[in-house]
Structures are given as structure tokens and as C-alpha cells.
Nanobody
Framework: VQLVESGGGLVQPGGSLRLSCVAS????????MSWYRQAPGKERELVAGISSGGSSTYYADSVKGRFAISRDNAKNTVYLQMSSLQPEDTAVYYC??????WGQGTQVTVSS
């Protein structure tokens, strides 16, 4: 199992970013996928999840209405579209597949 995130960076408050996670080594369409984040000094938290077919999604209260998770099973990729970003969204964002499979993470920094 390999999960490779990309798309992080530095953005001003109110800005947007789209994270991508490309998966390999397993049948991507057979698994739900999630995004987690970990801010400095804090525990890793679940941000959003999506079912294997994409019909069902979950969002943490802190990101509802601002973030959108989606997937393209033909590309083995899950996305996290982040809008109206705030400094408290600053964290390392991780792609996750059940069975304790994690990506290496991508840093998102929201600062003016």
C-alpha cells in the first residue's frame, strides 16, 4: 500500500488549496478513504472521509461547509478541496486507508 499526498503549501487566510492523494498497491475502489490532520502539539484528528464509491461523506464539524472530499476511482486519487482557510487549519494533512495505512503527509500553512 502506498499513499502519496501533494498540494500543500502556504496560503493566506481566506484562501483555498486542493490536496491530492494518489494510491497504489491495492484495489482503490474497494476502500473508503479519509483525510486526517495534525497540528503542532495536538493529536491527529479526522477531517473528512468518503466511502468506496464516493456516495457517502463525513466531515468534522470544524471544516463543514469549507472543505469537500471527493475521489476519482479511475485515477486512484482522493482529493480534499479546502476553502476559506483559517490559521487554525494549519497542520500536516495525511491521507489514510483502513488497516493503518498512512501517507507521508503534506504541510498546509495558513498565514498572512
Amino acid at each position: 500500500v502506498q499513499l502519496v499526498e501533494s498540494g500543500g503549501g502556504l496560503v493566506q487566510p481566506g484562501g483555498s488549496l486542493r490536496l491530492s492523494c494518489v494510491a497504489s498497491g491495492f484495489t482503490f475502489s474497494g476502500y473508503g478513504m479519509s483525510w486526517y490532520r495534525q497540528a503542532p502539539g495536538k493529536e491527529r484528528e479526522l477531517v473528512a472521509g468518503i466511502s468506496s464509491g464516493g456516495s457517502s461523506t463525513y466531515y468534522a464539524d470544524s471544516v463543514k461547509g469549507r472543505f469537500a472530499i471527493s475521489r476519482d476511482n479511475a485515477k486512484n486519487t482522493v482529493y480534499l478541496q479546502m476553502s476559506s482557510l483559517q490559521p487554525e487549519d494549519t497542520a500536516v494533512y495525511y491521507c489514510y486507508r483502513s488497516g493503518n495505512s498512512w501517507g507521508q503527509g503534506t504541510q498546509v500553512t495558513v498565514s498572512s
